[in-house]
């Protein structure tokens, strides 16, 4: 879980890290002020589409996730139910055994 973490942190400084440089490169470049500004605003659009299907993506992950250790941990609980109804069926039975041999021992 660790390294999805490691990595979508990577991936969103690598977003953010290129957004910066891809500004700085456009208001760095010899152009009009409204070629620059149209230029801006375009990649300022592209950046935040990235952005929402980034967050997209990542909700479905983290739901899928959730999802999945909700249906994991159900499953752990009625697999400890049916062992511990196993064991308590066993322990009966061995109370059981052990009352008749007792008794069987008395009647000796």
């Known amino acids: ?24 490169a ?21 950046v935040r589409d990235q952005a ?15 999802n999945d250790l909700k249906n994991s941990t159900a499953q752990m609980i009625e697999t400890g139910k049916d062992r511990a109804a196993e064991m308590k069926e066993r322990g009966k039975q061995a109370a059981r055994e052990a009352r008749q041999q007792a008794a069987e021992n008395i009647l000796e």
């Open 52 to 66: 929402v299907v980034r967050f997209e993506d990542a909700r479905e992950t983290v739901s899928k996730t959730v």
């Open 1 to 24: 879980m660790a390294r999805k973490s490691n990595f979508g942190t990577f991936m969103t400084a690598f977003f953010i890290g290129g957004a910066v440089g891809a500004t700085i």
């Open 26 to 46: 456009l208001l760095l470049a010899p152009r009009s002020g409204e070629s620059t500004r149209e230029m801006v605003q375009d990649r300022s659009r592209d």
